[in-house]
């Protein structure tokens, strides 16, 4: 944040970013698939293929290129769905994609390269491309199989089945061993972090997240950038009902924080369900959501890109108008006093609260 009060970035500074320095560059906001292909999301129902390939047009057509998704989102269809869309639109995108480790029932269970490699072809499959751009580990192992994972990610990068590699989830401890061994034994540089980070989720600001990444010139990629909806104001106070699973997810958002205790995330009433308390915070979002003609989605996503050049926020979308409004949070820039009092605003409520 620079400290004076027209604006926290160049124009420059938000139309393209490097992917840590993987020479690959991408917008300075990318497009989440998690919900694509799962009936849990309204797959099916709310939404539909055609709908996400009209979704998906629409992000090309606003420069938003970078899809951000997994082999288990939709159990695998949101990659069969990118891959597909990909070729029938055919302009160039970016595709970042992650490798989830086998559970205990599957034959590829033993960590090995050989089982990187064949979920990685699985992947490349579905999404119809020889090589992925960014390929990430979804989590983080044990310790004493992590050597062997970013082993096995580092020859995806050699075998030129991934130009450049990441990971998702990981502790700062675990990112900055993970930086150092794979440029150390392999030569290879750790190019982002995919993280719980927003704006009632500001873990990577004092965990050491941010501040290892900057070291290290790691890209963040944020989880939940709007905080499962609740950043785009729909359940402030006096608004739309939380659903029966809200409670649910947002428990799990809280445990994106690696080390947060389980069983105090359980017992405890999640940070986003406090709707009275939160509303100051949403009544500052609307003031500059108003001064800048934006939304207050917009606003949440204005104060990640905000936060640190390093950060590429992944916004999800279902609809045109959620395309809109996420391509919009790039047409305007909050200004440094606006970012200082989001951030002052958050605090004070959190220690209210108690969180």
């Known amino acids: ?33 998690q919900a694509w292909g799962d009936k849990r999301f309204g797959y099916g129902t709310s939404y539909t293929r055609d709908n996400l390939y009209a979704i998906y047009k629409m992000c090309l057509d606003a420069g938003l290129n970078f899809f951000d998704t997994s082999d288990t989102y939709g159990k695998g269809l949101a990659e069969e769905l990118l891959g597909e869309f990909h070729r029938k639109d055919g302009r160039p995108v970016t595709i970042a994609t992650k490798f989830t480790q086998a559970k205990l029932y599957d034959p590829n269970r033993n960590l090995s390269v050989r089982a990187v490699k064949t979920v990685l072809e699985s992947s490349l499959k579905r999404l119809q491309v020889d090589t992925v751009d960014l390929y990430q580990v979804h989590y983080p192992p044990a310790r004493r199989a992590l050597d062997r994972y970013l082993d096995a990610m580092a020859d995806t990068v050699k075998s030129g089945k991934a130009k450049a590699v990441g990971v998702s ?10 930086y150092s061994y794979l440029w150390s034994v392999h030569g290879v540089r750790l190019a982002s972090s995919q993280v719980g980070f927003n704006l009632l989720h500001r873990h990577p600001e004092t965990n050491g997240m941010l501040d290892a990444c900057r070291e290290l010139g790691v890209t963040i990629l944020p989880i939940l950038p709007l905080a499962e909806g609740v950043l785009t104001g729909k359940y402030r106070a006096g608004g739309q009902e939380y659903g029966s699973q809200a409670a649910t997810l947002f428990r799990g958002a809280s445990l994106f924080e690696p080390g947060e205790s389980f069983f105090k995330a359980m017992r405890s009433k999640p940070y986003e369900m406090h709707r009275e308390e939160l509303e100051p915070l949403f009544d500052v979002m609307d003031a500059i959501a108003r001064a800048h003609e934006g939304t207050i989605a917009q606003v949440a ?31 305007w820039t909050m200004s440094a006093t606006e970012f200082r009092r989001l951030s002052q605003t958050e605090a004070e409520i959190r220690r209210a609260i108690g969180y």
Request: net charge negative; no cysteine; proline share 8%.
């Open 1 to 33: 944040m620079t400290s004076d009060d027209t604006s926290s970035k160049t124009p420059e500074d938000r139309t393209m970013k490097q992917i840590g320095a993987s020479g690959i560059f991408v917008p300075a906001m990318g497009n989440g698939t």
């Open 169 to 178: 989830n990981f502790s700062t401890d675990y990112l900055r061993y993970s």
């Open 301 to 331: 996503l204005n104060w990640l890109i905000a936060s640190d050049p390093l950060v590429i926020p992944i916004p999800g979308a279902k609809s045109p108008s959620q395309v809109t409004s996420n391509a919009a949070a790039l047409g």
